[in-house]
Nanobody
Framework: QLVESGGGLVQPGGSLRLLCTASAYTLDYFAIGWFRQAPGKEREGVSCINAAGSPTDYADPVQGRFSISRGNTKNLVYLQIDSLKPEDTAVYYC?????????????????WGQGTQVTVSS
């Protein structure tokens, strides 16, 4: 089971660090993706880190502002979000893919967390 945390209400220009943890297994051998879904919109891939630790960004609007990384423990993945904008408001999900390679398609991920709400507003 995956659990996200770290979301909240933040002003434009602020930062958040989201955490994705696994309670029953390590995430070493999984590609871990972060997705987001805003009201009335489809879920979109944001960033992914493959089993070797190489990151990929999937959404152009997040280039240079989002950074995905693995934690020192084997069951932790971070998503650092800087220079937040109102359009970043969404529920953010982490997902695990039991495969080396990343993907921006939600259907390729087998395990999902419940999501954490990020709201950017002044």
């Amino acid at each position: 089971q995956l659990v996200e945390s770290g979301g909240g209400l933040v002003q434009p220009g602020g930062s958040l660090r989201l955490l994705c943890t696994a309670s029953a297994y390590t995430l070493d051998y999984f590609a871990i993706g972060w997705f987001r879904q805003a009201p009335g919109k489809e879920r979109e891939g944001v960033s992914c880190i493959n089993a070797a630790g190489s990151p990929t960004d999937y959404a152009d609007p997040v280039q240079g502002r989002f950074s995905i990384s693995r934690g020192n423990t084997k069951n932790l993945v971070y998503l650092q979000i800087d220079s937040l904008k109102p359009e970043d408001t969404a529920v953010y999900y982490c997902a695990a893919k039991p495969n080396y390679y990343c993907s921006g398609f939600p259907r390729e991920y087998d395990f999902w967390g419940q999501g954490t709400q990020v709201t950017v507003s002044s």
